[in-house]
């Protein structure tokens, strides 16, 4: 019962580099969602996903991409990491819209230097 | 838009005692759900606790209860019976209703459980 896995847990770039947040479910939840959390600000919604081939923006979007291929998976693309950029990053997945919560994944800490 | 507010940073309790975290939320929309989550420093987001805004019964999870004030927009929680597990950040939640999956969330507040 794996729910929804998150890789790597940790990770260091140089500012300019590129790298993928990995994201995935079995739950087989229409939803998915990205969101980081910085100190004294709460999560914030980077991007989001109604179902395979459909995304969209969320609040804070600039320098992150995403696609969503399969129900599973939907990874997060940093295209040139910037030292803003460094932050606690999840994902997030849900069964439908509705009083049913939405599932995290153990986050990834990204730092960028 | 939408905005979740709580203005507590931190709080403390003592072991078994009783302790309410507030949250405020700022909305125009009539369907919506409110959630409560807990982040341990294992990182981890937990749903504590849900309500639906259309629901007037405030909903109860065993020690954890919420009081839904839905005129003055409150969405506070209540723990009882504090165990040092409790320990943890708290967030509140605010998911319009068929979007709950872009989830706003508050700043949480920091709950420290005293021996």
């Known amino acids: 019962n794996a729910g929804v896995t998150q890789t790597p847990k940790f990770q260091v770039l140089k500012t300019g580099q590129s790298m993928t947040l990995q994201c995935a479910q079995d739950?087989?939840?229409?939803?998915m969602s990205w969101y980081r959390q910085d100190p004294g600000m709460g999560l914030r919604l980077i991007h989001y996903?109604?179902?395979?081939?459909?995304?969209d923006q969320g609040e804070v979007p600039n320098g992150y991409n995403v696609s969503r291929s399969t129900t599973e998976d939907f990874p997060l693309r940093l295209l040139s990491a910037a030292p803003s950029q460094t932050s606690v990053y999840f994902c997030?997945?849900?069964?439908?819209?509705?009083?049913?919560?939405?599932?995290f994944g153990q986050g990834t800490r990204l730092t960028v230097v | 838009a939408q905005t979740v507010t709580q203005s507590q940073p931190e709080m403390s309790v003592q072991e078994a005692e009783t302790v309410t975290l507030s949250c405020t939320y700022d909305?125009?929309?009539?369907?919506?759900?409110l959630f409560w989550y807990k982040q341990p420093p294992s990182r981890q987001m937990i749903l504590v606790i849900r309500?639906?805004?259309?629901?007037?019964q405030n909903a109860t999870e065993n020690r954890f209860s919420v009081n839904f004030q839905k005129a003055a927009k409150s969405f506070s929680l209540k723990i009882s019976d504090s165990q040092l597990g409790d320990a943890a950040m708290y967030f509140c939640?605010?998911?319009?209703?068929?979007?709950?999956?872009?989830?706003?969330f508050g700043t949480g507040t920091l709950l420290a459980v005293q021996p």
């Open positions: 909305t125009s929309e009539s369907d919506y759900y």
């Open positions: 309500q639906e805004a259309y629901k007037q």
């Open positions: 939640a605010y998911g319009r209703g068929g979007a709950t999956n872009k989830l706003i």
């Open positions: 996903s109604v179902g395979a081939g459909i995304t």
């Open positions: 739950m087989n939840h229409e939803y």
């Open positions: 997030a997945s849900r069964r439908g819209t509705g009083v049913d919560g939405a599932f």
